[in-house]
Each structure stands twice: as C-alpha cells, then as structure tokens.
C-alpha cells in the first residue's frame, strides 16, 4: 500500500481560493445589460394600462365563476362523438394540405431568401414578402378565401398555405444558410450551374432539417385548423364554436378532449420520425 505521507505537502494541503480575484466585466458590457433590462421593465409599464392588467385580480375575486364555467367541463358529452371524429380527421387533411402546399412553394422562396445563395436584390424583396405572409393570421386569410371559394375546407387550406409558406421560406432558409459551403464550392469548382450548386451541394445537407422543420408545422397547423372553423374554413372549429356559444360545456368539453388527444398522437409519431430524420 502506498504511503500517504510520502506526498508532498503542496499536493495535499487544500488549495486556497480566497486570495483568487474574479474579473469584472468591461462597464459597456454592464450598461448594455442593464439598458437592455430598463428597456424590458419600460415596455411593460408602457404597457400596463392599454392591457388592463390591474384587472387580473378578478381571477381570484371572481372564481365562482370560473367556477360555474368549469363545472361543464367535468362531465363531457360523447353523445355525438361520431360527428366530432369525422370533424376531426377533416381537421387534420386540411392541416396535412395546407403544410403540403407551403411546403412546394416555400421551398422556392427559401431558396430566394438565402443570402449565401441567391443576391441581394432578389434576398431583401423576397423576405419582405415572406414577412408579409406570416404577419397575417390564418383567421384572416380564411375569411378572405372564404370570400372567393365559399365555404368550406378549401378555405382553410388555402389560408394555412399562404400563412405558412412565409415559415417555412424562413426556417428553410436560416438552415441553408447554416450549411457547411465546401461541398457547394467544390461542385461550383467543376463548372456546375447555380440549379446544380442547390440540388447536389445545398439540398442533400439541409434536408434532414427541413423534415424536421415540416413535421413540427404540420402539428402546429393541425392546432391552427381546429379554429378555422370559426369563420366557415371547415373543420371541428366549427363545432367547437358554436357549442362554445350556446353554453353547451359539456359537449365543449368532449370536443376539446378529442383535439388533445389527438395533437398528443400527432406530437409524439412526428417526434419519433424526427428522431430518426435528424
């Protein structure tokens, strides 16, 4: 056995730190963070009054009737069940259309939005565009083609479509923009087309991300479409709203229980098919 007391007394006394001093940051790093925090605690108090916030202590002085409401809600009504599922699965072919379609055209204008592939003079036009596009709600895009196919479920097809084209253009270009650029120099080097760069240097390296990137808005949108039913766009929103008015709670509640479960099975079959993609 090996003798303790052989080491050396430099190695077994307890190092001291209390002499150790910590480097301060530079004082522009300390302004910049404290500005950035006035600036935060400013907006809010802007903030305030416009929001009415002095009155969220109705939360608590008002309970009995959130009460009330709530009760509903204990008891759900599957007594038109059949009705709901058919409802709901109408919900999810408008969301798996409407993500099909932003994806076809979103692609192209991700393309367009890259700077490290397309100039500049195409890059600025083609993001305000897409800026555009994701800055309107699906809600409002769906009365809009309500307007010109009638109703139904193309509208909200059409309306999660366009919304989404301007998300995916961007996701789809901040990934192009992440890749590594030796493969696409390396194929340029032989003389390839600007067509040949994207199919074969930028595609194969994004692609995994951009599966990715489908299937999480593909379960968002199943999530969006469940309201465009609001305004005549089809779907179980439809329903929803209207047992939401007449104070049917109960029938509410069965409709809500069906949209959960079935986003949580949307949610976990695409995150294991994105385990596997990435």
Do not use: C
């Amino acid at each position: 056995m090996r003798d303790v007391t052989s080491i050396p007394a430099a190695f077994a006394a307890k190092p001291d730190f209390s002499s150790v001093a910590v480097p301060e940051q530079p004082l522009a790093v300390r302004g910049r963070a404290w500005l950035t925090w006035v600036i935060v605690i400013a907006l809010l108090a802007w903030s305030w009054g416009p929001t009415e916030m002095s009155k969220v202590t109705s939360l608590v002085t008002d309970w009995r009737n959130m009460q009330e409401f709530a009760s509903g809600f204990l008891s759900p009504n599957f007594h038109d069940r059949d009705f709901y599922l058919l409802q709901m699965v109408e919900t999810v072919q408008i969301a798996i259309w409407g993500t099909a379609l932003a994806v076809f055209f979103g692609i192209p204008f991700a393309i367009l939005s890259s700077s490290n592939v397309s100039p500049q003079w195409v890059v600025q036009p083609v993001r305000r565009l897409m800026d555009s596009f994701r800055a309107i709600n699906e809600i409002v895009f769906a009365l809009l083609f309500v307007v010109a196919v009638g109703l139904g479920p193309l509208a909200g097809v059409l309306a999660l479509a366009v919304h989404n084209i301007g998300i995916i253009a961007k996701l789809f270009s901040e990934a192009v923009e992440a890749i590594d650029p030796r493969p696409v120099e390396g194929i340029r080097a032989i003389g390839a087309s600007r067509g040949h760069e994207v199919i074969f240097g930028v595609i194969p390296q994004v692609m995994p991300l951009w599966s990715s990137f489908t299937l999480y808005r593909l379960e968002t949108n199943v999530r969006s479409a469940t309201v465009l039913g609001i305004v005549g766009a089809g779907g179980i929103g439809h329903s929803l709203y209207e047992n939401i008015r007449s104070f049917h709670y109960s029938e509410t509640a069965a409709i809500i229980i069906i949209v959960v479960v079935t986003v949580m099975i949307i949610d976990l079959t695409s995150s294991r098919i994105r385990k596997i993609l990435v």
